[in-house]
Nanobody, 115 residues
Framework: QVQLVESGGGLVQPGGSLRLSCAASGSIRSIETMGWYRQAPGKQRVLVAR???????GYADSVKDRFTIARDNAKNTVLLQMNSLKPEDTAVYYCNAVPLPFAPWGQGTQVTVSS
């Protein structure tokens, strides 16, 4: 069974940047769309960015023009570059397939934006 391991989170000041990485233990080459999700305390997990095998991307309005998603099928990784971070971006970030998960959810990586 494929495992997903997210990393790269941390504490950052508003306006700062972070780069998240998701490593899959198996191939993601056949997964049409991969995405990054986030779950803030007391809220449901939501999709914030997605990318197809062909490289087409889509973003939630709340992160558009600030976040950039990328995937490397050869390395079975999905990246999320996050710039101009805001306190409301604070959440645990996860990666998985879109619209339905293809593997168990990983432990996620905590992103905290605070001064």
């Amino acid at each position: 069974q494929v495992q997903l391991v997210e990393s790269g989170g941390g504490l950052v000041q508003p306006g700062g940047s972070l780069r998240l990485s998701c490593a899959a233990s198996g191939s993601i080459r056949s997964i049409e769309t991969m995405g990054w999700y986030r779950q803030a305390p007391g809220k449901q997990r939501v999709l914030v960015a997605r990318i197809t095998r062909g490289g087409s991307t889509g973003y939630a309005d709340s992160v558009k023009d600030r976040f950039t998603i990328a995937r490397d099928n050869a390395k079975n990784t999905v990246l999320l570059q996050m710039n101009s971070l805001k306190p409301e971006d604070t959440a645990v970030y996860y990666c998985n397939a879109v619209p339905l998960p293809f593997a168990p959810w990983g432990q996620g990586t905590q992103v905290t934006v605070s001064s």
